[in-house]
């Protein structure tokens, strides 16, 4: 059996699944938020992680989790559970019916429902232009596209709200789920591996401190490199460099014996100057970052990794506080709240806007610009976008206008409303037509 389903047939009588209220509130407080941003920013990138980042929130709201195992579980209950939620559903309204009304005349009374709003509401319609007005924005789109679309939508919303309907009657047991104490193994076992690795951060760190001090010119004598392509050619190693380092700190956390004060010293003094060493690599990581965007512009990729390089060391900071106490039991709800934190720090910030404020900057200083790009941006971008000189102000703003939808009542948004009453102020439309597309770098 999977180990998702493992978990969700796995209940004990009368849990609750959740690590405390207080935990539950913040959990669904979280999940309140994520999908608020899409209310918020039009960037439907940023929306979807948003959304990703809910359904695992949501799940821990209800069905708790504390330890890193019942974690992991946690974030594939949705699916799991929306598909086990089927027949649950199935055997509770034929549980009902001896109880209630069948399914049948459930359906009755809706189709009766639905025709008798129908045909009163044509005729208010049909009486009243105000009325009208206000009942076109509250209904769909009743296009053939626009109908399948809202079935698809209701129909992914139903299953989601009856698998949550499940996790609450049936919340598994995650705090159960924790892995077998590991092995002690002997201290120069792992402490000899440390030793070395830590001598190789430090030599590196020695090395990233010569180039900062030394600047370009120490670059171009000793890599025959420009600065930008110094920055370019490291930065997805040193991401990949410390997000292997929690790995191997999470493993020595674990192996190396902590019985004596002296084992414990040591765990102490080699996990903790690996993790202030990351820290620099860290550091290392959003520099190179930083001078690869002033030489070639901001980027949604840019702005992205940049935001998981400042949480991973946010979460060195974390896991040194855990390697000093010995103790890193709240550490696992920390490192999700920290990926919580980071999104929506994007959605404040507001990552579209700010990569246009970014490159308009960078154009006003060097006259380098990438049009095509920037005209992708969502909405967000376009109050941005509205200080450059014509003709590229309509060039950037043109794609923008030709994409933007009409939101209705459902739809509202309040970075598309801002993206409309600066074209509206402006004059930009999707038919202007004077754009002469120019790409600068």
Known sequence: MP?????????????????????????????????????????GWLFVLCLLAAAVTATLAVTGGRTPLGMLLAATLPPAATVRALPWAVRGLHGTRSSGPGIGRIVTSLAI????????????????????????GLLPDISPGGVVGWLLRLGLIGLALLGGAYLVSRPPDLDSLRAKPGRPVHRLEWALPLVLLDALFAAFVLVQLTVFFGGAGHVLRTAGLTYAEYARSGFWQLLAVTALTLLVIAVAARRAPKATRADRLLVRALLGALTALSLVVVASSLYRMQVYADAYGATRLRLFVATVELSLGLLFVLV?????????????????????????????????????????DRYLD??????????????????????LPEPMRTCALREIAFELPEDGLWATNLGRERARSVLDATGVTSSTTDCVTQVRW
Do not use: E
Not at 116 to 131: I, W
Not at 368 to 381: M, W
């Open 320 to 360: 040194g506080v855990a390697v000093a106490l010995l103790r890193a039991k709240w550490l696992p709800r920390l490192v999700i709240g920290t990926a919580v934190l980071a999104l929506l720090g994007l959605a404040v910030v507001n990552p579209d806007r700010l990569i246009a404020d970014r490159n308009v």
């Open 3 to 43: 180990a998702s389903s493992a978990a969700a047939t796995t209940v004990r009588p009368g849990a609750t699944g959740a690590p405390g209220r207080a935990a539950q509130v913040v959990w669904a407080a979280a999940t309140v938020a994520l999908v608020a941003v899409g209310t918020v920013r039009a960037a």
């Open 113 to 136: 429902s639905v025709g008798l709003l129908t045909l009163f509401g044509l005729l208010f319609s049909s009486a009243d232009a105000v009325f009208a007005d206000l009942l076109a």
């Open 366 to 387: 060097t006259g380098r610009l990438d049009i095509t790009y920037l005209s992708g941006l969502s909405a967000d971008a376009v109050p941005a976008l509205d200080r």
